[in-house]
């Protein structure tokens, strides 16, 4: 069954179908998702691990972009490479917040696999000074994995919050 659901952020409205994202192109932000699509869509490069994520450690936050949605497409191909989720593990800090929310999304995909360490990236960075990256985690990790094992989950919020 495909999951869908509506996210809100301070200035656009993201609508997951799946893993395919469409954006409301209101921002620079959003220009610099749709461009980095457009990329993705048209790339005929190297696809491997390694490539990407010689993408996902460019200087150029475009190229950073890219390499996660490429990831992303290759895990909608149903490749699923623990690699993938250490290479999105390693953007959450980007300082480019459209890098930081796919990298967030790169690791949604490994809920079913290793709901664990979704759980790990989830609690570490629930807490973040920085209010979208909460917004991020809370909206993509916390809400799926609630849905995936609440009664997991739900109690390890809770002790957090009562702590």
């Not at 909206?139 to 009664?151: G, Q, R």
Request: aromatic content about 8%; overall charge negative.
């Amino acid at each position: 069954m495909e999951r869908t659901r509506t996210c809100y952020t301070t200035d656009s409205i993201i609508i997951l179908k799946g893993s395919a994202v469409d954006r409301m192109q209101d921002s620079d932000r959003d220009k610099q998702l749709h461009d980095a699509w457009e990329r993705a869509k048209k790339y005929s490069g190297d696809t491997s691990v390694s490539s990407l994520r010689h993408l996902c450690c460019s200087d150029d936050s475009d190229t950073r972009i890219l390499g996660l949605l490429l990831i992303r497409a290759r895990i909608d191909a149903g490749e699923l490479f623990s690699e993938y989720f250490e290479i999105a593990r390693q953007r959450i800090e980007d300082p480019n917040n459209t890098c930081r929310w796919q990298s967030i999304l790169v690791i949604e995909e490994f809920i079913e696999s290793d709901p664990d360490a979704v759980w790990e990236v989830a609690s570490q960075y629930g807490e973040s000074d920085d209010e979208d990256m909460r917004v991020a985690i809370g909206v993509n990790l916390l809400e799926t994995l609630f849905e995936h094992d609440f009664d997991t989950y739900f109690p390890r919020v809770s002790r957090i919050i009562q702590d």
